[in-house]
Nanobody
Framework: QVQLVESGGGLQQAGGSLRLSCVASGRTFSSHTMGWFRQAPGKEREFVAAISWTGDTVSYVDSVKGRFTISRNNAKNTVFLQMNSLKPEDTAVYYC??????????????????WGQGTQVTVSS
C-alpha cells in the first residue's frame, strides 16, 4: 500500500513558477513509476508528466514540454513537479499517482494504482 500527499499548489500569475511535491509512504517508493495528472473543472483528468522507478526516463504531455520538469528523490520518498512559465490553461487540481515498476502506458489514468488527494493550482492572467 502506498499513500501519497501532494503540496505546493496555490495562486500564481501567468509567467510565474510553482513547485509541487508529493511525499509517499511505504518502503517501496523506489520501485514505483510516479506520475502527475491534472483535472480542470468540467474536463477529464489528463496526464502531465511521469518518471520511471529508476529515474532515468521521463515523459511529458506536449503542452508542458520545456516548461515543467519532473524529478524524484528516492531517499526522501518524494517526487517533484517544477512548473515554470505558467499559463492560465495550467489551472487545475494536480494529482500525484504511483504504479509499481513501469506501466504499459504512462499517460493512462487507469494504469496507476495509487493517487493523492490533489492540490489546486490557479494561474491568473
Amino acid at each position: 500500500q502506498v499513500q501519497l500527499v501532494e503540496s505546493g499548489g496555490g495562486l500564481q500569475q501567468a509567467g510565474g513558477s510553482l513547485r509541487l511535491s508529493c511525499v509517499a509512504s511505504g518502503r517501496t517508493f523506489s520501485s514505483h513509476t510516479m506520475g502527475w495528472f491534472r483535472q480542470a473543472p468540467g474536463k477529464e483528468r489528463e496526464f502531465v508528466a511521469a518518471i520511471s522507478w529508476t529515474g532515468d526516463t521521463v515523459s511529458y504531455v506536449d503542452s508542458v514540454k520545456g516548461r515543467f520538469t519532473i524529478s524524484r528523490n528516492n531517499a526522501k520518498n518524494t517526487v517533484f513537479l517544477q512548473m515554470n512559465s505558467l499559463k492560465p490553461e495550467d489551472t487545475a487540481v494536480y494529482y500525484c499517482a504511483a504504479v509499481l515498476r513501469n506501466p504499459r502506458n504512462w499517460n493512462t489514468v487507469d494504469e496507476y494504482d495509487y493517487w493523492g488527494q490533489g492540490t489546486q493550482v490557479t494561474v491568473s492572467s
